[in-house]
Structures are given as structure tokens and as C-alpha cells.
């Protein structure tokens, strides 16, 4: 939803409410159609496969998708032309076909595309690098997406159309007087049960206000970014603030939850967090189930592992992606699998962590990346008077460590304690400074960057 539209600033916030429940309903009338409920059906029809159906069904599936994308798209055409579709394409055969990256399909997107972009959904990747990638998702492709995940919310027992729900996203709407002048950083979208709450807004005064409205709101589900929900948590629980609603579930989107993310807000929210990786190109589903698991839905596409100096990056090749196909391509995200089965009785494979965007790491002279999941713990250790923190790199043996503190509580004692936590991931060759700063800004896409890599 595009709601950068400068006359609704214009307006009353009752009136901008109205126009954007209208254009949810628009937005449902054209997305929940008869592909939506049809595949949402099937899905939920489903009894549990066994593991060698999954991989026929996963073999047929890539077959087709593979087939389609070299008669339907210019640039597999030229890429495929010396593969033998007289055979069918595998698991097995599908790793001799080339790796498609990020520039790859940067500067050959017109060829990739199989439709006109006014012919489909278009979505815009995460510009980390500064680079977005128009992706565009057939109108079915882009339904039965959708269903998916409801499907997976249903069993859950959360109906995604009747719940109540929460939604942090980095969506921009309260730029204009209204907002100032009555403090409603959330705006309404009546058609599908949603009240959007401003993530660039959240300043920590301005969060009395967002508790106030959620205890009057009581939503049933929040979801959202990892880092706006769990700013809020926090700043429930340090400031000891009730809540007068329970929700059911907490669904997390496009940031890395690490343990620590999570333990503080299930514990202040009392209700499990889910976990899913859904990109915005389009990449196959992992979505964790109710016994608290991460399965890689290989109903949706297939991830397979390579090696590289940022850890086991993951390739991926997703079923839902007819627009804009997505074959071997290294999407930039890191992962790790397990053995095992899950008790919920899925025998998808099980996935024990997605370790982030590539991008998401740092730089020790002494022990090359220091990635996200290795500072959780730093960041898990910092004293309570450190409200919020980012970390910076602009030098090999320099990091700048931005505090947002509590300038009452925060003394040398917790600078030497983050200092020590620090060298001990960093080693002795690393410099840090500290810097005192009233309020870390987020990024452009509402999101909130943990670290800050400018070498790379
Ligand atoms: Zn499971």
C-alpha cells in the first residue's frame, strides 16, 4: 500500500481512516480472489505427507516451474541454452544449472520479467545496498502466496480475515498536522480488522501513547517488524506498564529474530512468537509450527546450501515466482538446517536458524565476521540503563557503538561491562567508541539496523 499520497496529510485522521479502509477493501476484492481460497482450501484439506511424497511432489513441482521459466523468459531462455529439457529438471540436475545473483538479475530484469509490471503486483527488495529490485508476482502467483501463509495462520488457530490485528510495518501515514496535533501514530483499515501503527514514530516519547491505544484496541494478533515489537516490549517492561488485552499470536516479519528478541517478547506479551521468512522477492517459505520449529515448506520452492566467506548462504528457487522467475539465486540470506523430525508432525525439513541478511555483520581483524547472531549475546548482556543500540563500522580495527541510555543509571561501570563483552567477539586489535546519542534513526524502510557495516 502506497500511502504517501500528500493530500492525506491534509486530512482529519477519522477521514484518513475512511480512505484507507476503502482502499483495503479495494486491495481485497482484487487479492483474495478465487486462487486464494481455492489453494487456501487445498492446503488446509492436506493430511500430513511422508517425506518421499514431499520430494515427488517437490520434483514435479520444479520441473514445471523450471520448464515455464525457460519458455517464458528471455533471459533463462539464453542462460538455459545448452541444458537438455528433453530430460526432466531434478533436485539432482537442478545444481548443474548456473547461480543467478542479485546483479545478474539487476542488470538483465526486463528479459527476466515474464509479464508486463502493469500486469501483475510489483514488490521492491530491501535496499540495504541502496539498490531496490522491482520484483513483479503474478496476480495468482501473488494469491496463492498469501494463502499460504494463511493457511499455516489457520492452523495455528488464528483466522487471519476475523482476528483483531496489530501491524508494525514500515508503512508511512502520519506524516501531517493531524498526527501532531492528536498524538494517533496509527491509522485504521476497517476492511481487514488492521490497525497500522506508525513504526517511525516510535520515539520513546511517543510510546506511552501506543501502549494507551493497544489497551484500548486489545488486538488479538500483532505482527510486524522484530525490532518495533520488540522496542515496545521493552519499553513495557521497564517502565512496568500493564496490558489489558492478550493476544494469541505474534507473527514476525523481514528482520532476523535473534533469542533475545524473542524472550523478551513472549515474556511481556505472554503469547508465543512465530516466526517466518518470507522475503520480498519471493523466496520459498519457512514458517515455524506450533511446536516452536522453522520447516522449510518445500511445497513452495527449493533452498539448496553453498559455501561462502559469510557463512552457508542459502539458493533459492521459488515455486511462486512465474513473474519474475527465481532460480539458484543467492538471495544474500544465510541458513542452517538440522536433522530430525518435529513433533507437530510435519515432515518438512526442519530449519535451525536463518542467520540474516549477508550484509548483517561486522568485521574483526582478529576473527574475520562477527555476524548479528554472534553480537546477540553482547546485546543480550547490555546493562537495563542502555535503551537502545547500534553498532558502526567505518574502520577495519574501529567500532563506534551508538547508545541511547538512561543518563541516570548509565556510568563507566556498564561502558567497561559492554566494552569487555565486546573485545571478547572483536578481539584485542579492535577499537571501540562510545558515543552518547539521544535517539538511533531508522532506516528508510521503518526498520531499525543493529549494525552499520560502511567497509564491506
Ligand atoms: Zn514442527
Redesign the pocket.
Known amino acids: 500500500m502506497s500511502f504517501k499520497n500528500k493530500f492525506l496529510e491534509l486530512l482529519p485522521v477519522f477521514v484518513q481512516d475512511i480512505i484507507i479502509s476503502f482502499y483495503g477493501y479495494i486491495l481485497i476484492k482484487q487479492r483474495y480472489g478465487d486462487e486464494y481460497y481455492q489453494y487456501r482450501n487445498s492446503l488446509l484439506e492436506q493430511e500430513s505427507k511422508s517425506s518421499a511424497d514431499l520430494l515427488v511432489e517437490q520434483n514435479i513441482l520444479l520441473d514445471d516451474f523450471v520448464r515455464f521459466s525457460y519458455e517464458n523468459s528471455k533471459f533463462y531462455q539464453s542462460l538455459y541454452k545448452k541444458v537438455d529439457f528433453d530430460q526432466a529438471i531434478t533436485l539432482e540436475s537442478l545444481a548443474e544449472l548456473p547461480i543467478v545473483t542479485k546483479e545478474m538479475l539487476r542488470t538483465n530484469l526486463d528479459d527476466v520479467y515474464t509479464i508486463d509490471c502493469d500486469q501483475g503486483i510489483s514488490s521492491f527488495t530491501g535496499g540495504t545496498t541502496g539498490k531496490s529490485l522491482q520484483v513483479v508476482f503474478t496476480k495468482e502467483d501473488f494469491q496463492k502466496r498469501m494463502a499460504y501463509l494463511d493457511a499455516y495462520k489457520i492452523r495455528l488457530g488464528i483466522d487471519p480475515f476475523e482476528s483483531k490485528k496489530a501491524t508494525f510495518s514500515g508503512r508511512e501515514f502520519t506524516r501531517g498536522w493531524a498526527t501532531s496535533f492528536t498524538n494517533k501514530f496509527w491509522r485504521n483499515n476497517w476492511a481487514y480488522k488492521q490497525r497500522l501503527y506508525s513504526t517511525f514514530d516510535m520515539v520513546e516519547g511517543n510510546l506511552p501513547f501506543y501502549v494507551q491505544d493497544l489497551n484500548r484496541y486489545k488486538p488479538e494478533v500483532i505482527n510486524g517488524f522484530v525490532s518495533a515489537i520488540f522496542q515496545l516490549a521493552k519499553f513495557i517492561e521497564q517502565k512496568q506498564l500493564t496490558l489489558d488485552f492478550q493476544v494469541k499470536a505474534i507473527f514476525t516479519t523481514s528482520e532476523t529474530l535473534l533469542p533475545f528478541h524473542r524472550e523478551l517478547i513472549e515474556r511481556v506479551f505472554k503469547c508465543p512468537v512465530y516466526n517466518q521468512y518470507a522475503s520480498a522477492e519471493g523466496a520459498p517459505f519457512i514458517t515455524e509450527?506450533?511446536?516452536?520449529?522453522l520447516?522449510y515448506n518445500t511445497d513452495t520452492g527449493v533452498i539448496e546450501v553453498i559455501e561462502t566467506n559469510a557463512g552457508t548462504e542459502m539458493l533459492v528457487t521459488s515455486f511462486t515466482t512465474h513473474g519474475t522467475p527465481l532460480i539458484r539465486y543467492k538471495i544474500g540470506d544465510l541458513i542452517k538446517f538440522k536433522t530430525g523430525e518435529?513433533?507437530?508432525?510435519?515432515l518438512h525439513p526442519?530449519v535451525d536458524s536463518i542467520d540474516g541478511r549477508q550484509v548483517e555483520f561486522l568485521i574483526s581483524k582478529q576473527y574475520g565476521h562477527v555476524s548479528l547472531s554472534h553480537l546477540a549475546d553482547v546485546i543480550k548482556g547490555l546493562p537495563n540503563c542502555v535503551i537502545n543500540v547500534q553498532f558502526q563500522q567505518h574502520k577495519v580495527d574501529l567500532i563506534e557503538v551508538l547508545l541511547n541510555v538512561d543518563q541516570t543509571l548509565y556510568d563507566q561501570e556498564a561502558e567497561d561491562k559492554i566494552a569487555k563483552a565486546l573485545m571478547h567477539r572483536f578481539g584485542k586489535d579492535t577499537e571501540f567508541i562510545f558515543k552518547l546519542v539521544g535517539h538511533i534513526p531508522k532506516e528508510s524502510s521503518g526498520k531499525f539496523s543493529l549494525i552499520k557495516n560502511f567497509i564491506k
Open positions: 509450527c506450533s511446536a516452536g520449529s520447516h518435529c513433533r507437530c508432525g510435519s526442519l
